[in-house]
């Protein structure tokens, strides 16, 4: 690495990408970030000290990114293009616009980044946008490298499986095998995405051991507290559907959706069991057993530590040098929760980074 880091960071939320490259040890900074949720906003620079740019990416020009001579872009586009959910409209879906207005601008910028890192859902990998950006990155002379990891391959006993792009310019953009070399890596298709690597092995089973114990990550005085109890009638409405329920003695929870808090109790994040511990329950058909066993919400505390972010309940957000994160007085527990569902591991950030991106 010659010159200083600059990044920029695009769709920004509350900052994972930045806490994963201050994490990484890589010197250097993050310019400006961009995102158009203004409760992200808030808390990113509540946290940063810095003001995300508020406007749609969709309408950045080029002189709005060339002006800050950043040699490395953070991406982490909304997903919901290449989810079930999104019905798969992948670049045909107007929340698709942001990242191909960034791709299509690439070739244009006086400033080209050195280093792009992104971080989507699993399913990009098939996506059109996904071959639109592996082309564009290809023709300006990108190696790129894809993985597939969850935090689980890391011993963090949360599962969230995401797609990760990890490349770095190691050709002129006039060398006459970039588009060669681009061509070949396409016809791979989605094969050329790394399942195993380079953290080993998923570990699936939600009996399985796992390196740190979800007891280090919850906090049993949060237990007594009123607004993460989940409410009795939210739990009694759902007769056929099975629980996701974990105990501190887990090995695993499930992936925290921008959901999880609300009434919608089914595949948005594991729930945690704090009574009658030796019940293991999962309420299909029968929801009313769950009622005695304590079931509450992970708060947001422990979802943001799961994630493996610097958490600090304090309202200092900065201490040694370092940046925290806290969430200011006046986002409500829902919202907390809901900027953390959008959000992303900290670990796996810092270490794809750190090993792969200036390795
Ligand atoms: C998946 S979340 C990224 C979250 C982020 N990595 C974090 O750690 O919180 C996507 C973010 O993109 C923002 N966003 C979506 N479309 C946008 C657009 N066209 N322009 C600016 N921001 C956009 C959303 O507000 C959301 O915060």
């Known amino acids: ?12 939320g509350i900052g994972g990408l930045h806490y994963g490259f201050e994490q990484s040890g890589i010197p250097g900074t993050v310019a400006m970030a961009f995102d158009m949720n ?6 990113y620079e509540h946290n940063f000290g810095l003001r995300p740019n508020n406007r749609a990416i969709d309408y950045l020009e080029t002189a709005d990114i060339d002006k800050y001579s950043a040699n490395c872009w953070l991406l982490s586009p909304p997903c919901q293009p290449y989810t079930r959910g999104g019905k798969y409209l992948d670049d ?5 616009r942001g990242l191909i207005h960034l791709i299509e601008m690439l070739p244009k910028l006086r400033n080209v980044p050195r280093y792009v890192f992104l971080e989507n859902v699993m399913n990009f990998e098939n996506s059109q946008s996904r071959t639109r950006l592996v082309e564009t990155l290809g023709t300006l002379g990108f190696e790129v490298n894809e993985c597939l990891v969850s935090p689980v391959q890391m011993g963090v006993p949360n599962n969230r499986l995401r797609y990760f792009l990890i490349a770095q310019r190691r050709w002129a953009a006039d060398d ?23 953290f080993g092995p998923a570990v699936k089973s939600i009996d399985a051991v796992c390196a740190i114990p979800l007891s280090s990550y919850i906090d049993a005085s949060l237990d007594a507290v009123e607004s993460l109890r989940v409410p009795q009638s939210a739990i009694l409405k759902r007769q056929r559907l099975e629980f996701d329920i974990v105990r501190a003695s887990s090995a695993q929870t499930s992936t925290f959706t921008k959901s999880y808090g609300s009434r919608n109790l089914i595949g948005s994040g594991s729930l945690l069991q704090t009574r009658n511990l030796d019940v293991v329950e999962n309420g299909f058909g029968a929801p009313e057993r769950l009622l005695d066993l304590g079931i509450r919400f992970f708060s ?3 979802v943001a530590l799961l994630h493996h972010f610097p958490y600090r309940a304090a309202d200092s957000p900065v201490a040694d040098g370092r940046h925290y994160l806290g969430f200011p007085a006046s986002l409500t527990q829902r919202q907390q929760l809901q900027l953390l569902g959008n959000s992303l591991n900290v670990k796996v950030v810092a270490e794809l980074i750190r090993h792969i991106l200036f390795a």
Request: glycine share 2%; proline share 6%; aromatic share 8%.
């Open 300 to 302: 947001p505390k422990e």
């Open 92 to 96: 045909e879906d107007d929340r698709a």
């Open 176 to 198: 006459v095998e970039n588009a060669a070399r681009t061509t070949k890596y396409l016809a791979r298709g989605a094969d050329a995405v790394h399942k195993d690597w380079p």
């Open 38 to 43: 203004e409760n992200a906003n808030t808390v």
């Open 1 to 12: 690495m010659d010159d200083p880091v600059v990044c920029l960071e695009f769709f920004s």
